[in-house]
């Protein structure tokens, strides 16, 4: 049995990872000004997979071979790119992204009862889900918790945004299998983008009719490009390296250091100022962080003392 835990380069993972996907709201926002919602999915993914295939090729990894793997690979990319990403970019041209990220915070919530019933080794405990509620809290605090009492938010962009974030936990832990299978981050990245371009391809051209569209504008095709490059092929190498070494509960955890990433940003970017609710507000992101990861080290150091006194 594989014993996850969080270390300090995963720490660093995640928060890269928070930073680089944070943006990926503004582009997505930015994009479906004037893109179909199927096509700015299906151009993230496809240059997402065109990107990870030069990678591979560079750095002379075996492609990804075998039935059964493409049959994961297929699963993979469905519940972790098509139906989340499109429910994302469908939600976010209808309610503020940063009501959408309050929504996606609930992530790790869906990651801890989906894995107890699913898996042997990331079961329930009160620690994980008092340091996820503190970490939720803490993200309300900081976007601001008019957005829950907003009575002109749209209702079906709500939903959009809560279904992903079902789809993106159950996502957390079908690609746990991976891990057991010895691939390399990069070989996991592609075979899952590359199986989710394939099942938008179709999808795209019949819904979107992309043909019959005006021409996307320069910010449009620049935010359809980071999202290709940057979010997915680099954004998805984190990702595995992080859900391969610590499991589907934490890499899940990359949605509350989100809101704190971008507001980190706007304040050495854009000169914001720093409020005493944000500081609340990251204090309890903070704390809930520190109770998950204590739990997960303790009951490791737990099992490993059971396991040590079994043998004697």
């Excluded at 479906?32 to 990870?52: D, E, K, N, Q």
């Excluded at 962009?157 to 299978?181: K, Q, W």
Aim: aromatic content about 10%; glycine content about 8%.
């Amino acid at each position: 049995m594989q014993k996850y835990s969080i270390g300090p380069f995963e720490w660093a993972l995640l928060i890269g990872l928070s930073i680089i996907w944070g943006a990926s709201y503004l582009f997505m926002k930015m994009a479906v000004a004037s893109v179909p919602v199927f096509t700015i999915v299906f151009l993230r993914v496809v240059l997402g997979a065109l990107a990870l295939a030069f990678v591979i090729f560079m750095i002379r990894v075996p492609f990804p071979k075998g039935f059964f793997l493409w049959r994961s690979f297929l699963g993979m990319g469905v519940v972790n790119n098509v139906i989340p990403m499109s429910l994302i970019v469908y939600g976010t041209s209808k309610i503020d992204a940063g009501l959408a990220s309050i929504i996606n915070a609930m992530t790790p919530l869906f990651a801890i009862v989906i894995a107890h019933f699913t898996t042997s080794d990331e079961r329930f405990t009160v620690n994980r889900l008092i340091g996820v509620a503190l970490g939720v809290c803490g993200v309300i605090i900081l976007i601001g918790p008019s957005f829950l009492f907003n009575t002109e938010i749209d209702l079906w962009g709500e939903l959009a945004c809560l279904a992903a974030t079902l789809s993106y936990a159950t996502a957390s832990i079908f690609g746990r299998r991976f891990a057991r299978m010895k691939l390399q981050p990069v070989q996991i990245a592609f075979g899952q983008t590359a199986s989710a371009s394939l099942v938008l391809l179709p999808i795209s051209w019949i819904i979107d009719k992309p043909w019959t569209t005006a021409m996307p504008t320069p910010s449009a095709i620049v935010s359809i490009v980071a999202l290709g490059i940057l979010c997915t092929a680099i954004g998805y190498l984190m990702y595995f390296r992080i859900l391969n070494n610590s499991g589907a509960v934490a890499v899940a955890l990359v949605t509350l250091l989100i809101p704190p990433s971008a507001l980190v940003l706007g304040i050495f970017i854009l000169g914001e100022t720093l409020s005493f609710t944000d500081l609340i507000g990251m204090g309890l992101i903070g704390i809930g962080l520190v109770i998950v990861n204590f739990r997960m080290k303790t009951r490791h150091t737990i099992s490993e003392r059971k396991s040590a006194t079994t043998s004697s």
